[in-house]
């Protein structure tokens, strides 16, 4: 069983267009993250959701909106798509008070 | 202002060889240290985790060793395996945020 499955695992899109991520834990965890992997695979985190609550936003672009209907599912949207986001974006998980992260396999946007 | 600074960005070593790893901070209230491995492709997959309350922790061929005064902590992989060729990340966190060291590509020669 995927820990922490994310769809699709591959995105080529035009510059401009709105796109989705889609993100779901089955490990009973209710914190929940989006990680940018840019080209020289830094990762850096983008939110955190507790409890379907964002707690965490470092400086993302408006354009980015996490969306989190319950707490196994953290779905990333992303406006008016811009070359430089093209990037490896990770989703994953832990449980409150605990630091462990899990995450999903990645998802790869390519945008032209 | 990386808070966490990692070295070196890439390494090779022998098969059998002894590959070590090293990682700074600079938050004092990071409470949490932990590697992760990647392999291409692939997400992140946590490795070996150490609190500064203890100085090493050895789990297999992997060994985290952390001087606290020094706010240093580094990764040895023992016997070192063509298998372990991948992208290494030191992290550290204070809560459940963690911020990641840049990465250390790892080629592991037959």
């Known amino acids: 069983d995927t820990a922490v499955s994310q769809t699709p695992k591959y995105l080529v899109t035009q510059m401009g267009n709105d796109k989705s991520i889609k993100c779901e834990q089955n490990?009973?965890?209710?914190?929940m993250y989006w990680y940018k992997q840019d080209s020289k695979k830094f990762l850096k985190i983008m939110f955190s959701y507790n409890n379907k609550e964002l707690i965490i936003n470092e400086t993302v672009p408006n354009r980015f909106s996490p969306k989190s209907p319950d707490k196994a599912h953290l779905n990333l949207h992303i406006n008016s798509l811009e070359l430089g986001d093209s990037a490896v974006y990770f989703c994953?998980?832990?449980?409150?008070?605990?630091?462990?992260?899990?995450f999903g396999q990645g998802t790869r946007l390519t945008v032209v | 202002q990386q808070q966490v600074k990692q070295s070196p960005q890439s390494l090779i070593v022998q098969k059998g060889g002894i590959s070590i790893i090293n990682c700074a901070y600079e938050?004092?209230?990071?409470?949490?240290f932990p590697w992760y491995q990647q392999f291409p492709g692939k997400g992140p997959a946590l490795l070996i985790a150490i609190r500064p309350d203890v100085s090493e922790k050895k789990e297999g061929r992997f060994t985290i060793s952390f001087n606290k005064s020094a706010k240093q902590f580094s990764l040895h992989i023992m016997d070192s395996q063509p298998g372990d060729s991948a992208t290494y990340f030191c992290?550290?966190?204070?809560?459940?945020?963690?911020?990641f060291g840049g990465g250390t590509r790892l080629m592991v020669k037959p």
């Open positions: 938050n004092t209230a990071f409470d949490y």
């Open positions: 490990l009973g965890h209710d914190t």
């Open positions: 994953a998980s832990s449980q409150t008070g605990r630091a462990e992260a899990f």
């Open positions: 992290a550290a966190s204070a809560g459940n945020m963690l911020t």
